[in-house]
């Protein structure tokens, strides 16, 4: 006959869905349900075991887990201690949900020479999970701690410790945490509180006096209580995909970091402003028409991120922001800068993609440590002369703008790598362009350029040339100096034959001549020979070379919408079949 002990430890068994233990005193003995495998002195807990039964044993002397067997010393087990314990998931089935049982009364670490947990974690349905945390030593208690409905205690008998009891709490679901005491722990930063379906935060928090980093994304809050002036020593703060609304009160944290990416906020508070001392605001993904004048006293700033809002201003008091290096205001309605955005000084990535701004103000040239700037699809009709003074740019995206010429003073910017300038109105480009030396890609397609600078073969780093969809019919003999050019598209552009210019371009790897009046293909194609796509689609090609057959790299062409004779697409037949080949029917 089953004795009531026996019976509430198979109730904890079969609960059990991954046990990891180095040495375990808990219970006197543990045996394996099936006959074949009974031992009177260990016990095998398969990949895929769930039930464990336990008669009655006096001594439990080691364990089998994962076919690796593990001693245990000491013939006095304790129910109140599991020593070395490194994890213990309880599973979420209705079984465990329907025991309700009592892990353990207490965890005591009595040792100073081991953790004795990594990680605890118990089940959605469990009522009890660990009553009392206690740390008897000075080596941290537990690494994780998740999912516990009723931890009642948490402390140390050492007083003041190096090290933590508890490195991070991850309480999902936590109904109620009545004494956390682990003030001498400066070691305990994090509280984690994330999905865990919070429709209002709760009172508790403002026992934690030690924690710098609380989680609460990802549940249902719409508003912040008066009281969370009292969470004086949070410096990060976590809020993202909630849907917030407002948040109430004039509370002042010592908040370092501050993330509200919530899709629902459509103002922040001008109580943002008493927050002097955070440097990293995190607000994209909202409503926000503008920002409050009160963002100046932000002067501790580093990081601004506002992309994927509505914001159709900035005040004037973003010039107060000296400090910012980093700011993201992507994806808005902004039409204007203000000058002071000229006293952002020490800004070293700036992204204004997708915006409506027509022209960038003249203190524009003062923010001399940006190396990165993104106007993408912005509606920018001109660039100020101070751009030239932004000497340290190395990445500036001009993508899908108005401009119809770059000042002279482009070509200050000595340390781009990238001329990215596609989908404008440029007609030309300025000679002073010859002295970008360190770019090594240059993006110029669907503008309307009538020919190509012979200063481009000055350019000896270029390895990508992108001049698609303008009115060139020629190119620069000076082309063939770009000897490590890799990628050249000339399509869509007014060739009526493949220019002598480029024979010599030897490192061509993609080559694309689409969409011309092209009627024939010379005989020096064959001297490309790391070519390995070619492209030559929508031309008036009627037969090819015999050197293009001999093209060892060669393993794509594309020769759609031309009038090849039968002979040459027979020939393509037998002569390529190694290669994909595009043609007509």
């Not at 353990?104 to 999970?129: K, P, Q, R, V």
């Not at 997708?354 to 106007?375: A, D, I, K, Y």
């Not at 309307?448 to 200063?455: R, S, T």
Request: aromatic share 8%; with cysteine; glycine share 4%.
């Amino acid at each position: 006959m089953t004795s009531p002990k026996d019976k509430l430890i198979q109730r904890i068994s079969a609960s059990l869905k991954t046990m990891d233990v180095e040495t375990l005193s808990l219970i006197d003995s543990i045996v394996h349900p099936q006959q074949n495998h009974t031992l009177d002195t260990e016990i095998r807990i398969g990949a895929f075991s769930t039930e464990i039964l336990c008669p009655e044993q006096e001594h439990l002397n080691g364990i089998v887990v994962n076919h690796r067997f593990v001693p245990i010393e000491g013939d006095t087990p304790e129910y109140s201690t599991i020593n070395k314990l490194r994890q213990l998931l309880i599973s979420e089935d209705e079984e465990a949900q329907n025991s309700g049982f009592l892990l353990a009364e207490t965890l005591i670490n009595t040792e100073e020479d081991f953790c004795l947990l990594m990680g605890m974690t118990a089940g959605l349905y469990l009522e009890h999970s660990v009553k009392n945390i206690v740390q008897n030593g000075t080596e941290p208690l537990v690494k994780h701690i998740e999912t516990f409905f009723d931890i009642e205690k948490v402390h140390s008998n050492e007083g003041e410790s190096p090290n933590p009891i508890v490195h991070t709490l991850c309480l999902w679901t936590i109904d109620m945490l009545n004494n956390l005491d682990i003030k001498w722990s400066n070691q305990t930063t994090s509280l984690n509180l994330s999905a865990s379906e919070l429709i209002e935060a709760p009172r508790y928090l403002t026992r934690l006096t030690q924690f710098k980093e609380l989680n609460l994304s990802k549940n249902r809050l719409t508003t912040l209580p008066f009281w969370f002036n009292e969470l004086t020593h949070i410096t990060t703060l976590d809020l993202t995909e909630n849907p917030l609304e407002c948040i109430d009160g004039g509370f002042i944290f010592e908040h370092r970091r501050i993330k509200l990416q919530n899709r629902n906020l459509y103002e922040l508070p001008e109580w943002i402003g008493f927050l002097p001392q955070t440097t990293d605001l995190f607000a994209s993904d909202n409503l926000l028409y503008t920002l409050p004048e009160s963002i100046g006293t932000l002067t501790q700033l580093r990081t601004l991120a506002l992309r994927s809002n509505n914001i159709h201003f900035l005040p004037p008091s973003i010039g107060e922001l000296t400090q910012l290096m980093y700011a993201y205001f992507g994806h808005n309605k902004l039409t204007q800068l203000p000058s002071s955005f000229g006293n952002l000084t020490s800004l070293i990535k700036l992204d204004f993609e997708r915006n409506r701004l027509t022209c960038l103000p003249q203190s524009f040239g003062n923010l001399t440590l940006l190396t990165e700037l993104n106007c993408f699809y912005c509606s920018l009709t001109e660039l100020p002369n101070s751009i030239g003074n932004l000497t340290r740019l190395e990445r500036f995206s001009l993508t899908r703008n108005e401009l119809r010429h770059l000042p002279k003073s482009f070509g200050n910017l000595t340390k781009l790598k990238a001329l990215d300038l596609a989908q404008n109105k440029l007609n030309g480009l300025p000679s002073s362009l010859k002295n970008l030396t360190q770019v090594t890609q240059i993006q110029l397609e669907h503008n309307k350029l009538n020919a190509v600078p012979k200063w481009i073969g000055q350019l000896h780093k270029v390895k990508r040339l992108d001049l698609y969809g303008n009115h060139i019919s020629t190119l620069p003999s000076s082309i063939a100096s770009l000897s490590k050019l890799e990628f050249l598209n000339l399509s869509d552009n007014q060739f009526t034959c493949i220019p002598d210019s480029i024979k010599n371009l030897t490192g061509l790897i993609d080559l694309r001549l689409y969409n011309h009046q092209i009627s024939a293909v010379p005989e020096w194609i064959g001297q490309l020979t790391q070519l390995r796509s070619l492209w030559l689609g929508r031309n008036q090609i009627t037969e090819l070379p015999p050197s293009l057959y001999q093209m060892s790299q060669l393993n794509f062409l594309d020769l759609l919408n031309n009038p090849l004779s039968e002979a040459t697409k027979q020939e393509i037949r037998t002569k390529l079949r190694r290669i994909r080949v595009q043609v007509s029917r």
